[in-house]
């Protein structure tokens, strides 16, 4: 089975709208982590947001939301007001342990923002 | 120089050839990473290296030869590969393996194998 579930393959969204990109995980562990990361077609994988097993609270950094939901193990990522710059890949990954040997990303989704 | 390098950033290379990627960290991390991108498939963790020791490797095929010799510099060596071989590797460090470290990656070494 798949550690991540990223079930678009591309999205458009209308600058200034929002947009949700999903990201299902499979683990049976207790801690484990989940971040979000861009990849403009410049090719650089940035880190955009983090989310622990144990946080109640729903990450937030800047414009990117992580909504998670622990019991539907989902970990969705809502951008508030779109940019064109928004326009790339969006990886949704999974950490798992402590060794760093488990880390798992899922397939992408292309974003693309429309003027 | 700020962040993650990789050197080349394109290589081409015959199957019999040998060759190296390069990366190398400034960032004080204590982790660095190797991934395989490939096109509609998720990235492939190959190698990580914590605190310059290898941890796992991901069932990656011997004529991948990774090499840490300091927390700041890792090393992919490459010999006989296969055309399916090509994709972007790319690299990654961050401060520890655990927890909520992010991973900074590098801009990626496109490899074809020809």
């Known amino acids: 089975a798949q550690k991540i579930t990223q079930t678009q393959p591309g999205m458009f969204v209308q600058e200034k709208e929002a947009v949700t990109l999903d990201c299902t995980y499979d683990t049976s562990d207790q801690s484990y982590g989940l971040f979000w990361y861009k990849q403009p077609s410049s090719g650089e994988m940035i880190f955009l947001i983090y989310?622990?097993?144990?946080?109640?609270q729903n990450a937030t950094e800047g414009r990117y939301s992580l909504n998670f939901q622990k019991a539907r193990k989902s970990a969705n990522l809502v951008i508030s007001a779109s940019q064109l710059g928004d326009s790339a890949m969006y990886f949704c990954a999974m950490r798992e342990g402590d060794t760093g040997n488990q880390f798992y990303f899922g397939t992408g989704t292309s974003l693309t923002v429309i003027p | 120089e700020t962040g993650v390098t990789q050197t080349p950033r394109h290589l081409v290379m015959g199957m019999t050839n040998k060759k190296s990627l390069k990366c190398e960290q400034h960032?004080?991390?204590?982790?660095m990473y190797w991934y395989k991108q490939s096109a509609k498939k998720p990235l492939e963790l190959m190698f990580v290296?914590?605190?310059?020791?290898?941890?796992e490797n991901n069932s990656v095929p011997s004529r991948f030869s990774p090499e840490c010799p300091n927390s700041s510099h890792l090393f992919l060596h490459l010999h006989t590969l296969q055309p399916e071989d090509s994709a972007l590797y790319l690299c990654?460090?961050?401060?520890?393996?655990?927890?909520?470290?992010?991973?900074?990656f590098g801009p990626g070494t496109r490899l074809t194998v020809t």
């Open positions: 989310q622990g097993s144990y946080d109640e």
């Open positions: 960032l004080g991390h204590n982790a």
């Open positions: 990654a460090s961050s401060q520890a393996v655990w927890g909520a470290y992010e991973q900074y």
């Open positions: 290296y914590n605190f310059k020791e290898q941890t």
